[in-house]
């Protein structure tokens, strides 16, 4: 890859939701040469195979080593595609004071504010009636289409000028057009048939999953365009640095003992408690089914596999940032362009612990760099990942690891371009490894 910056701008801009995200993973391993699986399906699985295969906004991918996994063990990494932001309900039409709006939620922990005075387009998943029953789409509208004007200034009183409160019910509904013109429904309808569909009626749009993301592309930032300005970093940054590591190791693959592999885990925001998220069935489901593949079938096969095994979890991480540098464990604040960051909390809520601490230390060496370091402040609460429910669930051990960002949560986040290429190196030296 010539240019791993640019690669992963385009990755984020064409991964508006947990939806694109999964498909443009899918179509990238694709065109490396992996085949897709379904679920529904009988897994046949050969040394060397190259599958995916793909649940709502999550993916899994991997390709099989040549020796069993309950011999020579896996290497998995975990991210996830999905971000905080607003989503429409769905009944989303408001027509009031002579403004077309849409009725939005909050989908995790977003920083409210971020939203606001924002161009903002729609994206997501789109059910439409047909012949044979209701068919799914993805659809992204590709250009501005809301905002959420701020309270101007003379109109807020004193206390609301010293510190801004936002009522996610009230003051979040983004405008989408003036006077009593289209619905959502008829929206959707006309923007598919511009987009190459047969004509659609508004009626037939059944239902749909979709939200609201910036409308500003991703791009360098910068005296020396050093800085990256984007949405979604958290944790499309992770996730396509996973994807590259991936197709890196499966390049180079030959006869590699160990099954390798990725997924990319919708639902992260929300605690992953769904069918496709980290706390769903899916990465266990896909272990028991590779493992089985090898003819090492039933608990102590998946139990041995487990044990030589080893997860990282790739998700951002605080870098210190330069006007409160005060919020970060002195010793412990990463520098934005530093590199990969190693994240531990005894409380758990990372799974990282001294052993695996020091694996990955010694995998950065062979990269080239040291790895840097992230323990949270004792007095303020920490974040958290998919490392912890994914080692709860499976068993396996974890490290996470994650590329150093400002602004985590934002509608709009800064990472720095010289973090691009180590995450890439050491995820697939993990892989690798
Ligand atoms: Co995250």
């Not at 590709?142 to 936002?166: C, F, G, N, T, V």
Request: with cysteine; hydrophobic share 45%; aromatic share 4%.
């Amino acid at each position: 890859m010539a240019d791993v910056v640019a690669d992963l701008l385009q990755f984020i801009d064409s991964s508006p939701t947990p939806y694109h995200a999964a498909a443009v993973a899918a179509a990238r391993l694709s065109a490396a040469g992996f085949r897709e699986l379904r679920a529904e399906d009988v897994w046949e699985i050969s040394p060397g195979d190259a599958r995916f295969v793909v649940r709502g906004g999550s993916l899994l991918a991997f390709v099989a080593g040549a020796a069993p996994p309950a011999a020579a063990g896996m290497r998995w990494i975990g991210a996830h595609t999905d971000s905080p932001n607003l989503r429409l309900k769905p009944r989303p039409d408001v027509s009031v004071h002579g403004y077309r709006q849409l009725a939005v939620e909050p989908y995790g922990g977003l920083l409210l504010h971020t939203w606001l005075d924002r161009d903002l387009s729609l994206a997501g998943r789109v059910s439409i009636a047909g012949a044979q029953g209701p068919r799914s789409l993805l659809l992204a509208f590709d250009r501005p289409l809301l905002q959420i004007p701020s309270l101007a200034i003379h109109l807020q009183r004193e206390s609301e000028r010293k510190s801004l409160e936002l009522n996610a019910q009230q003051h979040l509904v983004p405008i989408v057009g003036l006077g009593t013109g289209t619905q959502l429904a008829a929206l959707v309808a006309a923007e598919l048939h511009a987009k190459g569909a047969a004509k659609i009626e508004p009626r037939d749009v059944l239902a749909f999953d979709l939200m609201a993301h910036d409308a500003e592309p991703a791009r360098r930032i910068g005296s020396e365009g050093e800085l990256i300005s984007a949405p979604r970093l958290d944790d499309l940054a992770s996730c396509h640095a996973a994807v590259a590591a991936l197709v890196r190791a499966s390049s180079r693959a030959g006869a590699a003992q160990r099954t390798r592999g990725i997924v990319l885990y919708d639902h992260e925001e929300v605690g992953s408690r769904s069918a496709q998220g980290a706390a769903g069935p899916l990465l266990g489901e896909g272990l028991s089914r590779i493992v089985e593949a090898f003819g090492d079938g039933g608990s102590q096969g998946l139990a041995r596999a487990v044990a030589r095994s080893r997860f990282v979890s790739a998700d951002v991480a605080h870098a210190v940032h330069p006007n409160y540098a005060d919020r970060h464990e002195p010793g412990h604040r990463p520098l934005l362009g530093g590199g990969p960051v190693l994240k531990v909390n005894a409380g758990q809520s990372y799974a990282t612990d001294g052993e695996i601490v020091a694996e990955i230390t010694a995998l950065c060496r062979t990269c080239g760099f040291e790895p840097q370091h992230f323990a949270v402040r004792s007095d303020l609460p920490c974040g958290s990942t998919v490392g912890p429910i994914t080692a709860a669930r499976v068993g396996i051990r974890t490290a996470d690891i994650g590329s150093p960002v400002l602004a985590m949560h934002s509608c709009r986040e800064l990472a720095a371009t010289a973090d691009v290429a180590p995450m890439i190196d050491l995820l697939a030296a993990f892989l690798e490894g």
